[in-house]
């Protein structure tokens, strides 16, 4: 009896690695089915025999992943360790377990049971969004953990970027080409849906159609999810690669990649994403419950669930920097651009969100060591570009655009359109009133934009505060550059006039191809549509709507290069050249100025 239990034990101890092998492949398997499962499910109209069948895929891969989740627990080294750091997952499917359970011995649920306490009807349609809603957050998890298996790729980093951006756009169209996603019969157009996926995804905010009127609520609940997992992945990206900018070494070796974002330790991929899921749902939470309590009371809103809905979709649009919106005339109509209070949530969300985790996570630990130069900078260089944006707007329209309006009135709505400036879309007052030289001061925040390792576009305040700080070193003749007792690198400084020199000449080369494609349309509109469109703004005079097939196209191409462009540029730029020629030629003399 001893031996056979010897026997035992060596068996399932040689056949661990199979058994957690086995058990991933089935969890990513149930991950693809699920996900499957809800695209058919919400972007088909289907009959109720068609839909149960697919609530019982979606309550089989639920099985699967109860099944990953125990042998999990099975084969970790501290069972109490294991539950304490999942103790949510390890809650919700014990919870769900238990309701299956009672259904298959009862027939009944267990949840009309605790609903018919709390006095809440449809308990049926609740349990089906919570089960659909728990296997949606599982299988992306688990999607998410084997696509990080890509990093031990031999695959050149800029590949990768370029391809999460690529597979995206791809998907968003199709979903939107789903006829239960829009309010017409039929489905959206594809020039229509891949303009709309390409802003979604670079998180632009420009449209061709109406998201208010256009689209199903199907469609509006793809449209938010689309821009959270874009806005997510764009903070993850951005920290890595950003931070990946600081050494010379090799990609595929995990060793290399450390130093990277905290301290010394061994940089984790796993660990960056949940520090950027917990920095992101944190401060949508927070500010989503500023919005809730900032609309009015008397608002056209028909329930609570509605209500809800429009403050989560907008607080993750605001802090996702993505400048869509549920109301046609964004913040503008209504009593909206009169409510000072919901003004200031979208400041602070739109705000944070273009600070950078990196910057944010520095700041929020700043007790644990000392302030970062780039942290630093990030934050003077923001607040500044609100501050004296602000002012200076205040000021060119206090006596002709505000003459009617009392001054916090005109102060607000100046903050306002500063703040979402720099890379959001949001307005509260349409752009077309103000003056040109108003106008021209939008442009010039909407080409510096956000901070780097954020939702935003733009060349980045980093860049702006490089280029600044080495001119002013240049013009007072000094051979190294300096700030705060440290030195910026040489490397640094090309990197910075190489990126802001490429953007300048791209936006010149977009102005160029809209005026040309676009005849008749004043420069300043067809300028501000260019910088809006490569620095992901979303800001607009009215041109999107009328574009022609080939400025569609110009500006498609704008909004993808402006999202991927810079950081991909910058990542080029930061590998070392690698050259056998020793020699090097006599110094050039040029004149310059």
């Not at 659909?132 to 992306?140: D, E, F």
Request: proline share 2%; aromatic share 14%; charged share 15%.
């Amino acid at each position: 009896m001893g031996r056979f239990r010897e026997t035992l034990r060596h068996t399932s101890y040689d056949s661990k690695d199979k058994i957690i092998w086995l058990q991933r492949i089935i969890a990513l398997i149930a991950s693809i089915v699920s996900l499957i499962a809800f695209v058919f499910y919400y972007g088909f109209n289907h009959s109720l025999a068609e839909q149960q069948l697919l609530i019982k895929v979606i309550e089989g891969a639920f099985i699967a992943f109860v099944f990953h989740f125990f042998i999990k627990l099975a084969n970790a080294e501290s069972k109490q360790e294991f539950i304490k750091k999942n103790l949510l997952e390890f809650s919700v499917t014990c919870f769900l377990l238990i309701e299956k359970m009672y259904l298959l011995l009862t027939d009944g649920h267990m949840l009309k049971l605790i609903f018919n306490m709390l006095a809440i009807k449809n308990y049926l349609s609740i349990y089906v969004i919570l089960l659909q809603g728990y296997v949606l957050i599982l299988a992306s998890k688990i999607l998410i953990r084997w696509s990080t298996r890509l990093l031990l790729i031999k695959i050149r980093p800029i590949m990768i970027l370029f391809s999460f951006y690529l597979v995206l756009i791809a998907v968003s169209c199709m979903i939107l080409m789903m006829p239960e996603m829009t309010s017409i019969r039929g489905s959206m157009k594809f020039e229509d849906a891949l303009f709309t996926a390409i802003s979604i995804i670079s998180l632009t905010g420009l449209k061709v159609v109406d998201t208010a009127s256009y689209f199903s609520y199907r469609g509006h609940i793809a449209i938010m999810a689309l821009i959270q997992i874009s806005g997510i992945g764009m903070i993850v990206i951005a920290s890595f690669f950003a931070s990946f900018l600081k050494t010379k070494q090799d990609v595929t070796s995990k060793a290399a990649i450390q130093n990277l974002i905290y301290g010394n330790e061994l940089f984790d991929v796993r660990n960056l994403i949940r520090k950027v899921l917990r920095f992101v749902f944190l401060f949508e939470l927070l500010g989503g419950v500023m919005i809730y309590f900032a609309w009015p009371e008397d608002y056209f809103f028909r329930n609570m669930e509605e209500k809800i809905f429009y403050t989560v979709f907008h607080s993750i649009s605001a802090f996702c920097n993505a400048g869509f919106s549920l109301f046609t005339d964004s913040l503008s109509g209504g009593q909206l651009n009169a409510i000072y209070f919901l003004q200031i949530a979208f400041i602070l969300l739109v705000f944070f969100g273009g600070l950078g985790f990196p910057s944010m996570s520095n700041l929020l630990s700043i007790h644990k060591g000392k302030l970062r130069l780039s942290t630093a900078s990030t934050i003077v260089l923001s607040v500044a570009i609100v501050l004296l944006g602000t002012i200076s707007i205040y000021l060119l329209e206090y006596k002709t655009m505000f003459k009617d309006e009392h001054g916090l009135s005109g102060f607000m709505i100046s903050l306002f359109q500063v703040a979402n400036a720099r890379t959001s879309g949001f307005y509260s007052t349409d752009i077309a009133q103000f003056s040109s030289p108003s106008l021209i001061i939008f442009a010039m925040i909407m080409f510096v934009g956000a901070s780097s390792g954020s939702t935003g576009g733009g060349i980045k305040t980093s860049t702006l505060f490089v280029v600044l700080i080495a001119t002013y070193a240049n013009i007072r003749d000094r051979k190294n550059t300096d700030f705060r007792k440290q030195n910026i690198s040489s490397d640094l400084i090309q990197r910075a006039f190489t990126i802001f020199i490429f953007s300048a000449i791209f936006i010149l080369i977009v102005i160029v191809g809209l005026t040309i494609t676009e005849p008749g349309h004043p420069i300043m509109v067809i300028t501000i549509e260019a910088i809006s469109a490569f620095s992901t703004t979303g800001f607009s005079m009215g041109l999107t709507e009328s574009l022609s097939e080939a400025g569609r196209y110009i500006v498609m191409v704008a909004m993808y290069l402006g999202r991927v462009g810079p950081l991909t540029l910058a990542f080029a730029l930061s590998a070392p050249i690698k050259s056998a020629i020793k020699y090097q030629y006599p110094k050039a003399n040029i004149m310059v100025g």
